[in-house]
């Protein structure tokens, strides 16, 4: 199944959380990334009809998403908000789950899909007593009971330990092999570039980018990085370094040295390797841009 | 009406502490009916005030509030309702499920201790105790329907729903009689005081406006709050 979205925003009064976006979102495990209010939870929210665009459209197969409750049949909804009844056992809530879906064996499909999520242990205490990742496993449960085509998860690995991580990593790959259509939210590229074979990239409001995980890590990767040295000698660094043409420019600080590296693989290969037949010691390397907010607003700048 | 959606919903309302909210009112009405047994106070006069003043003018939209915005508000606000949003079920399905939840509740917790107090303290006289209890009934399945959509409308609803119920329906429904046409408490009195044959009833409003006045406000509350939670909107924190 198919997600399409044609020149869609959003607006809350003046001020527009996404603009213009087009994009289609098919079979396999699409990755939404973008920073913290880059409007990707405004986006997800009106492929899940729970938000109706200010423009544009968002369709289903070409039936609309709005105020269609028909789309649950095929649409699984992992929401970021808790929103699990904290005084059901996870059992009673996916229970309840399939029973919503009026599933035939609703009992069965509660069982399958706790076991999906390895929750079989914990399913009959309250939902109140779980950790975050328990409660993010048990609302997976919840909407894969009814075995959607189409499941939009925002931001599900938020409050996962490292394993539990692991394990829902897995799943989406898995059911991403499977032809499901997935889509997830996140703002963390590594997650994203581990699950997804589909990257989308929202920057304020806007579609930045789009490609598989390698056009993106290049993309992110190939910019201009900045970095704050300390060594023994920065001088003496500074000098050796700049004879190679991966270092753009040098400043020397009072505290350090302040290196643009315009091609980071080759850098990053150059600093210990000149540092070495210098006999300078490093002491400090951190880079100074390191933040998605910088990697992002390149991306932008680049795209415009 | 969906058994699964009634289920969650009589469970959160009836869960734990929560069931003493709708449970304090009512026993509170039934033991001021015996204390004024106790006293020797029974009589019709007695019931009427009682009736009158607590049971229809206090505790009836006190728990139509609790009872009407807790079907719903309390889940549209920590998020939790789109668990059943989120399902293929027609909204005004859900909403017209929840507004069953909330009416049946006002019947257990509103009308069946009005009957009780009033047969405290008069028996069957005169069909008092009936004519309260049925009037109860309407009128809390009516509030239950009103404040159900205030709890869809807003997240201010219980605030809403008290200033509605003290400063409407009490303050200017007692200090301006024109506006006692439009107060859900005066439809109850019509119909207890048609059911009644007491001489003390004696109520403001015809009954020939009361009963479509109650019957118009549930139906009309529920439709638009079944219109309204189709366009339900998830505002994230960005």
Known sequence: MKIELSQVSRWYGNVVAVNDVTMTIGPGVTGLLGPNGAGKSTLLHMMAGFLAPSGGSVTLDGNTVWKNHHIYRNIGLVPEREGVYGFLTGWQFVLSAARLHGLPDPAQAARKALATVEMEEPKDRRVETYSKGMRQRVKVAAALVHDPPVLLLDEPFNGMDPRQRLQLMGLIRSMGADGKTILFSSHILEEVERVAQHIEVLVAGRHAASGNFREIRRLMTDRPHLFMIRSSDDRKLAAALIRDASAGGITLRPDGLEVQATEFRRFARLLPRVAKEEGVHLHQISPADEDLESVFSYLITRST | ?238
């Open chain 2, 1 to 238: 009406m969906n058994t699964v959606v009634a289920g969650i919903t009589y469970r959160a309302l009836l869960g734990r502490r929560r069931i003493i909210l709708l449970l304090v009112l009512p026993l509170g009405l039934i033991a001021l009916a015996v204390l004024l047994r106790l006293f020797g106070e029974t009589g019709q006069r007695s019931a009427m005030l009682l009736m009158d003043n607590f049971a229809i003018n206090t505790m009836l939209p006190l728990l139509g509030l609790i009872a009407g915005t807790g079907v719903i508000a309390p889940e549209i606000d920590d998020g939790t309702i789109i668990h059943l949003l989120s399902k293929p079920i027609s909204r005004p399905a859900i909403v017209r499920t929840k507004f069953l939840v909330a009416a049946s509740l006002l019947a257990v917790f509103g009308a069946v201790p009005t009957y009780v107090a009033a047969w405290l303290l008069v028996s069957n006289e005169d069909s008092i105790a009936t004519g309260f209890a049925f009037g109860a009934l309407l009128a809390g399945i009516a509030y239950a329907a009103v404040f159900l959509l205030l709890g869809v409308l807003t997240r201010h609803a219980v605030a809403i729903g008290v200033i509605y119920a003290l400063v409407w329906e009490t303050v200017v429904g007692g200090f301006v009689p024109g506006a006692r046409r439009f107060s859900i408490q005066q439809w109850a009195k019509s119909i207890a005081d048609q059911i009644s044959d007491s001489a003390f009833l004696k109520a403001d409003v015809t009954l020939g406006f009361a009963v479509p006045a109650l019957l118009i406000v549930t139906v009309a509350a529920v439709f638009w709050a079944g219109r309204r939670l189709r366009s339900f909107s998830l505002t994230g924190d960005e």
